[in-house]
C-alpha cells in the first residue's frame, strides 16, 4: 500500500491553489493508514510546543540537548525557516505527523541530508509525543515517507541510526525492512554526550519487494 501524496509544488503552482482556495497544508498532506504527514505551518507552534513539552522526558535521552528557547515561538519560527530552505534546495523534508481521525499531532518525521549525483540518498529522523507511543503510529508514518523517497524523490538508499540501548527504535527500523549495518562511534552528540549509534539503511529495491509482497498479500484470494 503506497501512501498517498501529491508532488512537489513550484512557488507558483501553491499560489495558485492558494487563490483557488487551497492551503500548502493541504497540498503537501500524505495520508498512510491512520497518519497524515503535513507541512509545518506557523499555526501549528502551540500545539507543536504543547506535545514536545509534555513529552520532554520522554524524549530527551534521545535527542541533542534542547536549547533554553527550545518551545518559544522565536524557536519555531527558526525552524519554519530552516524548514523551508532546505525544502527550497531540495536537501531536506520536513513533516508533523497527525492522525487522520481528529488531527491531532502525534510527532515528526523528517527526510534531511538529500544527496543527488551518484549518491541519491537521504537520512531520516522522527519523534513521537509520549502519548502516542507504542501505538503503531511512527510505524505508518515512516511507510508514508519511504513511499514519499523512493517513489516521489527517486532516491536509492534511506539511512537512519538510533543509540543501542534504543529497542523501540531498533524494533521499528527492523519492522520498516531497515537493514543494521554497523555501529558508529561517538556519531552523535546526545543529550549533552558524544554517543556511539547502530547504522541502518533501505534500499530502493528492498522497499519495492516488501511493497509488492503486501500488495499481494493484501489481494483476496480468489475462489
Not at 520532554?56 to 519554519?80: Q, V
Not at 554517543?195 to 498479500?217: G, V, Y
Request: positive net charge; aromatic residues 10%.
Amino acid at each position: 500500500m503506497a501512501a498517498r501524496h501529491l508532488p512537489l509544488l513550484t512557488p507558483g503552482t501553491r499560489g495558485l491553489l492558494r487563490r483557488l482556495g487551497f492551503s500548502r497544508r493541504e497540498a503537501q498532506g500524505m495520508r498512510f493508514g491512520r497518519v497524515v504527514l503535513l507541512s509545518a505551518q506557523p499555526g501549528d507552534w502551540t500545539e507543536w510546543a504543547a506535545l514536545r513539552g509534555a513529552s520532554r522526558a520522554f524524549l530527551t535521552p534521545w535527542e541533542s540537548s534542547w536549547p533554553e528557547d527550545a518551545l518559544t515561538w522565536a524557536a519555531f519560527r527558526r525552524r519554519l525557516r530552516q524548514y523551508a530552505e532546505d525544502r527550497d534546495r531540495g536537501t531536506g523534508y520536513y513533516f508533523l505527523i497527525r492522525r487522520a481521525g481528529d488531527d491531532a499531532l502525534l510527532g515528526g518525521i523528517n527526510l534531511t541530508n538529500v544527496r543527488r549525483g551518484i549518491t541519491q540518498s537521504g537520512t531520516l529522523g522522527y519523534w513521537i509525543g509520549a502519548p502516542f507511543a507504542r501505538q503503531g503510529y511512527m510505524t505508518e508514518a515512516m511507510r508514508a515517507i519511504l513511499s514519499f523517497a523512493f517513489d516521489e524523490l527517486r532516491l536509492n538508499r534511506v539511512e537512519a541510526a538510533c543509540l543501542p540501548d534504543n529497542a523501540a527504535s531498533r524494533a521499528l527500523l527492523a519492522r520498516c525492512g531497515f537493514e543494521q549495518e554497523g555501529r558508529a562511534r561517538k556519531y552523535l552528540r546526545i543529550n549533552g554526550m558524544w554517543q556511539d549509534h547502530l547504522t541502518f539503511a533501505i534500499l530502493r529495491e528492498d522497499w519495492a519487494a516488501r511493497e509488492a509482497k503486501q500488495t499481494a498479500q493484501a489481494k483476496p484470494a480468489r475462489e
